[in-house]
């Protein structure tokens, strides 16, 4: 693997591959078995779904998904057989690639998650209209019985229909109270109504929810847990790792099988194995930054911080709080300060790197292109796309940190102008364990 193809695999999780790109990417999966296995793990279930919707590769689709086979040819008949197990709400890692390959698996959503997790109450036999489509970003299907269904805003949502939000996109649901849902980036998820109690199952993905009043408990479950609703605005994210609850408004019942806890407003909780359910205090920052999008002045914030005493320093970029598609971040000239001198934070190890994507870079940009904002070039610097958290050892001596918090040229001047990038820069004394752990749990969806 060279750094040419893996700008290519990167370019395409972005959408930004021209036609020759395309076409190249597709010859170095049929003649390239490292770059077929690098892209095979980074795409996972996000880059082929696209290839079939792009305007000029119609039928790139058959061709990548034939280069991209699993060990077992006879997929669909694995499929079935898995689908015979109790497997109400485990998602099967050997799924990912099925999941990409829609064309195998859309017949047979319909079998799935077909026992609901409550074998005493039945639901309705006559699906019941639920809820509508109220916005759209990207690209999102439903499976309805064995019929798959390309929403539109208004579309009608029934007890049973399957949701996939692909990757990168969103979808926004209004129930018939008013109560709305909406869907993130590569979410997977069935709703359902179960003798007038409304029940969302999360196989994965994340949601933001704002919900009214209810007569009966809202239930949304997830591999690793079950919430209570009763009306509330909260979002709840799950892998294959853990779920995460994290609560805005009221107070929800989270439960992970073996104990619950009641959560509330500005606290959170998560799965994790070994570990007892509790709810612990949202993380605070010393210093949060105004919202930097594409109305920020110079596309950029000056960040001033006082940080005497503090041992450790922890810098994130939180999305503005759609996804981080394009939210290309980056710390410019960022160095602590005090008795000891001046000290370039790009010259010190940390102790933890991760971004939404990208990677950390010290003094390049999206795929080790300079830095620049608003076209001007800046040696110095630390590209973090959110969502991303950089640590590190604050030697003795310094007691001031100071930056600038930029959105990058790279994610403000594109060729599609939606969707829109936007940030926040944060600056932490103490570890933002929520931040840290939703990051782990959504990987770079959010």
């Known amino acids: 693997m060279n750094q040419h193809q893996i700008q290519l695999i990167e370019r ?15 010859q170095l999966l049929e003649e390239d078995n490292d770059f077929r296995s690098e892209a095979s793990a980074a795409l996972e279930i996000k880059g082929l779904l696209k290839l079939s919707q792009h305007p000029k590769t119609d039928n790139l689709e058959q061709e990548v998904l034939s280069k991209l086979e699993c060990e077992d040819n006879d997929l669909e008949n694995r499929v079935l057989e898995e689908l015979h197990q109790d497997k109400t709400r485990r998602f099967p890692k050997w799924l990912i690639p099925a999941l990409v390959a829609q064309v195998l698996l859309i017949p047979a959503f319909f079998f799935m998650f077909q026992q609901p997790a409550h074998p005493e109450l039945k639901i309705a036999t006559k699906p019941a209209l639920m809820a509508h489509v109220k916005t759209l970003e990207g690209y999102s299907f439903i499976v309805r019985g064995k019929e798959k ?5 208004s579309t009608e949502l029934f007890s049973g229909d399957h949701i996939y939000v692909q990757d990168k996109s969103k979808l ?9 849902l909406t869907f993130f980036d590569s979410s997977f998820v069935r709703l359902s109504e179960i003798e007038g109690q409304k029940k969302i199952e999360l196989f994965s993905g994340q949601i933001s929810a704002d919900v009214k009043p209810q007569k009966k408990k809202m239930l949304v479950t997830t591999e690793h847990s079950t919430a209570e609703v009763l009306g509330t605005v909260f979002s709840i994210s799950s892998s294959d790792v853990s779920s995460l609850l994290d609560v805005r408004e009221g107070t929800v019942r989270f439960d992970n099988g073996h104990n619950s806890v009641m959560v509330s407003a500005q606290h ?5 194995q070994g570990q007892v359910l509790k709810a612990l205090e949202n993380d605070r920052p010393i210093y949060k930054s105004p919202l930097v999008d594409l109305t920020t002045p110079n596309h950029m914030v000056p960040i001033k911080v006082d940080i005497k005493g503090a041992s450790k320093l922890y810098l994130v970029v939180s999305n503005g709080g759609d996804n981080n ?3 290309h971040g980056a710390w410019i000239s960022p160095i602590i300060k005090g008795p000891a001198g001046s000290l370039s934070l790009a010259e010190i190890p940390w102790n933890i790197a991760k971004s939404g994507a990208y990677g950390i870079t010290i003094n390049q940009g999206v795929h080790q292109t300079p830095l620049k904002v608003e076209g001007q070039l800046y040696e110095q610097g630390i590209l973090a796309h959110a969502t991303s958290i950089i640590a590190w050892d604050i030697p003795d001596g310094y007691d001031q940190f100071e930056a600038m918090g930029a959105l990058l040229d790279s994610g403000a001047y594109r060729k599609h102008s939606n969707p829109v990038p936007s940030m926040y820069f944060e600056v932490y004394t103490s570890m933002p364990e929520k931040k840290l752990k939703t990051l782990l749990i959504r990987r770079h969806h959010y």
């Open 325 to 327: 598609r394009f939210d």
């Open 268 to 272: 959170y909780a998560t799965t994790e």
């Open 149 to 153: 269904l390309n929403p539109t805003e």
């Open 12 to 26: 395409y999780q972005d959408d930004e591959l021209s036609e020759n790109e395309l076409n190249e990417f597709l």
């Open 172 to 180: 926004k649901l209004s129930y018939l109270d008013d109560s709305t």
